[in-house]
């Protein structure tokens, strides 16, 4: 059976303002509660109780919520730090909440796909390597990448831990030749491709681009498990989850 809450915070926590605020709204009598006008903060409710605040029906805040973020570069994908904004500097007042944090970490200089939540039981099953929840990446690179490339990461690579990559998938976009601008050096080749990785080890590509002699000059997050980064989704702004979105990705946690 549900745990019944204070009433004053079953509101402030399904958004109808600050505890103070809701508390001050209670007490002038302008919340009812099965019909009832109560003016007691303490009285306790559950999500069976119909409670209504100024002729608006107030329902209880889900369990958990789920925030699809377009992180731009800068900022660190942490709860919080001492020096730089974080990703959750990002969420508006009225959509926080206790224990939100970001699922897995993006480098600060990498832009793209974050997830954003509470549900800590979620956040395990997808960064679990067993669940082998892919992740997928557009990356710039300094160097000419090949099909060689595409069959050793096919395999792993050394990063310098005890055990090699697991296997990525590797789809080259582009390759060209630039000038670098000065006769010495003449041109330079670079790249544009797709990589799809089931870990998260830090700064696990542009390691594992590394290990082939190349270097990441842009990255970005695509997609994570069967979620692709919207095309409308402006970086630096967040939407919640949709039910089809929160079904899928449960999906591929319990796989």
Not at 174 to 197: A, H, M, P, Q, V
Request: proline fraction near 4%; hydrophobic fraction near 35%; aromatic fraction near 6%.
């Amino acid at each position: 059976m549900e745990k019944p809450v204070r009433l004053d915070k079953f509101l402030a926590d399904a958004g109808a303002g600050t505890r103070s605020e809701v508390k001050k709204y209670i007490q002038k009598g302008q919340v009812q509660v099965n019909g009832k006008s109560v003016k007691k903060p303490e009285l306790k409710v559950t999500k069976e109780d119909q409670v209504v605040m100024n002729g608006q029906e107030i329902h209880a805040a889900p369990e958990y919520v789920y925030y699809l973020f377009n992180k731009p570069a800068g900022c660190v994908s942490a709860t919080e730090d001492s020096r730089d904004k974080t990703v959750l500097d990002y969420i508006e007042e009225k959509d926080r909440r206790k224990g939100l944090f970001p699922v897995g970490r993006l480098d600060k200089d990498t832009e793209g796909f974050l997830l954003i939540t509470d549900d800590g039981p979620l956040a395990h099953e997808l960064l679990s390597p067993k669940k082998h929840v892919d992740k997928t990446y557009y990356a710039k690179v300094s160097g000419k990448v090949t099909e060689e490339d595409a069959r050793a990461l096919a395999e792993g690579v050394d990063i310098g831990e005890k055990d090699l990559t697991r296997p990525a998938r590797l789809e080259i976009l582009s390759t060209w030749e630039s000038d670098t601008g000065s006769e010495e050096n003449g041109k330079r080749w670079e790249s544009e491709i797709r990589l799809t990785i089931h870990e998260g080890k830090f700064h696990q590509v542009k390691r594992m681009m590394e290990a082939l002699g190349k270097k990441v000059t842009y990255l970005k997050r695509l997609s994570m498990g069967p979620l692709a980064l919207p095309a409308d989704l402006p970086t630096g702004k967040y939407r919640l989850l949709t039910e089809k979105e929160l079904e899928l990705l449960k999906s591929a946690g319990n796989r």
